[in-house]
């Protein structure tokens, strides 16, 4: 009996083991890209980016969605809106249902955000909603009434992505992660 506990535990082991090493593989930015151009999901005016999120890194649990941003009027000025959503698979919703929306709304000049929204649900569970409002000039946010410090050009998850991607990277400089420049900057 020993035995047959030993070798399970052992195939378990390099179970879980093969599973890490394939998601380090699958998950390298250079076989992302590749799946990416191979499956034609890179196009030049892509309309949202979709992913799957995996439970343990090797059970797809859930899927998640980023919308392209689009131009909407929002009290009288256009602006920025992003969306993303994510929601558990066909499989899982059969055991726990659980979906996440959020909403960016961003500043077309300056691309940073002014107002963000998540509603959050999940089975047997009130419906969670956060609303975060900024005033970037002023260096607070307020979320359900209450105000805290941000620094200066403070982003969400979703208008950070768009900052990024209307960004010309070419015209930073070099990133340097030495020790000397991190404890450099860390004196300031």
């Known amino acids: ?9 052992l195939l378990v082991f390099l179970l879980v083991l093969f599973g890490i090493l394939h998601q380090s593989f699958k998950n390298n930015p250079r076989a992302v890209l590749s799946a990416l151009i191979r499956n034609g999901g890179l196009t030049k005016n892509p309309q949202e980016l979709i992913f799957s999120v995996n439970l343990f ?13 689009t131009l909407i009027d929002h009290n009288g ?11 558990s698979n ?5 055991f726990y249902k659980a979906e996440v929306v959020v909403k960016s709304y961003v500043d077309r000049k300056t691309l940073l955000p002014f107002l963000f929204k998540q509603d959050m649900s999940l089975q047997s569970k009130p419906e969670k909603k956060k609303e975060v409002l900024y005033d970037q ?31 010309d990277l070419r015209t930073l400089g070099k990133f340097d992660r030495s020790e000397e420049h991190t404890s450099e900057l860390q004196s300031h």
Do not use: N, W
């Not at 066909?90 to 059969?94: E, K, Q």
């Not at 359900?144 to 620094?151: C, H, K, M, N, P």
């Open 77 to 87: 000025k256009i602006v920025y809106f992003l969306l993303a959503r994510a929601m």
């Open 1 to 9: 009996m020993r035995k047959i506990v030993k070798i399970v535990i």
């Open 137 to 167: 000039k002023k260096h607070v946010m307020s979320i359900q009434g209450q105000e805290r410090a941000i620094l200066p050009d403070t982003y969400d998850p979703l208008s950070a992505l768009l900052f990024i991607r209307k960004s």
């Open 57 to 69: 890194g090797v059970v797809p649990s859930a899927k998640a969605v980023i919308d392209k941003e």
């Open 90 to 94: 066909a499989f899982i919703s059969r």
